[in-house]
């Protein structure tokens, strides 16, 4: 691990503690809770530069997603600087990881890779499709964005590796900082998910962190 990413491993375990290792809410506040947890959603949309949202602002009937905002929080606190794209969805920050890795741009602090050729590790960020994008692979994901510079997805920085699964921190996790293990293969690997209806269905990429 580099420096940058012992830092960002660093600040994303703080934020899960912050929401009490996810048992907080999005929508909790005191005097009802011990702590004010629609406020840390302010911080992490603040990091975006939307200064109007927290976790109890609805918005066209809904409290708009903030997991994007989260990973941008986490990025900026740990250093990333200029090389991350702080952005209220994760597929833009993914574009500009496309782009590091095919060559049209540098000095990015990540670039994406395939899930079948590259190996994860603490500090890189693992990002699937949600909605209609749920079955996007990387080809489907990079081809969509040309067109529309937009798909539903969501992204998950890696604490720690195991043999057998990788340990993940995200925003927006049942309206929570909440953790997850993620499957890897024998070999290392990141394997598939599996959908609601038990079928497995591709990520988009691993961002590997370049910083």
């Not at 079955?135 to 969501?154: G, N, R, T």
Request: net charge positive; with cysteine; hydrophobic share 35%.
């Amino acid at each position: 691990m580099t420096g940058f990413s012992d830092q960002l491993v660093a600040v994303c375990k703080g934020e899960y503690t912050r929401w009490d290792n996810g048992q907080g809410r999005e929508s909790w506040g005191r005097p009802q809770h011990a702590k004010d947890y629609y406020l840390f959603v302010k911080d992490y949309w603040k990091a975006v530069g939307n200064n109007n949202l927290d976790g109890r602002k609805v918005v066209g009937n809904i409290r708009p997603a903030w997991s994007s905002a989260f990973v941008s929080f986490c990025m900026k606190t740990s250093g990333a600087g200029n090389k991350f794209f702080y952005t209220e969805a994760h597929c833009h920050y993914v574009h500009k990881a496309m782009q590091q890795a095919s060559g049209a741009i540098n000095g990015y602090g990540y670039a994406a890779r395939k899930t079948s050729a590259y190996k994860p590790k603490p500090g890189d960020v693992i990002v699937g499709g949600r909605e209609y994008a749920q079955s996007f692979d990387y080809a489907k994901a990079e081809l969509i964005y040309e067109a529309d510079s937009f798909y539903p997805s969501h992204g998950d920085i890696i604490l720690e590796l195991t043999p057998t699964y990788a340990l993940t921190v995200g925003g927006n996790v049942n309206d929570s900082v909440g953790q997850k293990r993620l499957k890897l293969t024998s070999q290392g690997y990141l394997h598939d998910r599996v959908n609601s209806s038990g079928r497995e269905i591709p990520w988009i990429a691993i961002l590997e962190c370049l910083i």
